[in-house]
């Protein structure tokens, strides 16, 4: 068990939709090894959510964990740690929301994404577990970006303006101190 390689943008795994895991799956000891080294690479990685395709495990699984630690943003609440394991996604509120994503898989850019800003979310937890969850706000968003790796898509995919992808760099220089917009980590 161990921090993992991150697939970056241009790996062909990361454009391909992944398969539903069993329940006999879940409870495996393989499957407690995949949510223990996505989770320590997240964390490696200071993201707010990783998905299985990143690390190159080709299943729908993603662990999604942050903490309100930025008083500049305190509208993105926080989440504990969730497994969320073939999750099912239906937009709740089609009024969208901006925020500046980022990924792992596609390290030192962030990019404006506009998304519905409401979602329910059905799935399976780590112990094989029916689960729902309603997600409004950052969450909303950080599930729908965890959720597009799944099916092989990137944020970037869902750029409607490029003028607004950007280096990190200046992306604090230009954009972040006029921020209307909030901005996810990772
Ligand atoms: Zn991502």
């Not at 599930?143 to 799944?150: C, I, S, V």
Request: hydrophobic share 40%; net charge negative; with cysteine.
């Amino acid at each position: 068990m161990a921090v993992r390689n991150i697939l970056r943008m241009g790996h062909p795994l990361l454009r391909q939709r992944s398969r539903e895991l069993s329940k006999e799956e879940i409870l495996s000891d393989w499957f407690k090894s995949l949510i223990f080294d996505m989770t320590e690479t997240m964390h490696a990685t200071n993201g707010v959510g990783i998905a299985a395709p990143q690390i190159g495990e080709m299943v729908r699984v993603s662990v999604v964990e942050f903490a309100n630690e930025n008083a500049r943003y305190p509208e993105m609440g926080e989440q504990t740690l969730t497994v969320f394991v073939n999750p099912v996604l239906k937009m709740t509120n089609l009024s969208e929301q901006s925020f500046w994503e980022g990924c792992l898989s596609v390290p030192d850019l962030r990019g404006l994404v506009s998304r519905p800003s409401g979602v329910f979310a059905e799935f399976l937890d780590e112990k094989a577990t029916k689960k729902t969850l309603q997600a409004d706000g950052f969450l909303a968003t950080v599930l729908q970006h965890e959720f597009d790796h799944l099916d092989g898509i990137l944020y970037v995919d869902r750029l409607r303006d490029t003028t607004r992808l950007s280096f990190v760099d200046e992306y604090k220089q230009f954009w972040a101190p006029q921020s209307l917009h909030k901005e996810l980590p990772d």
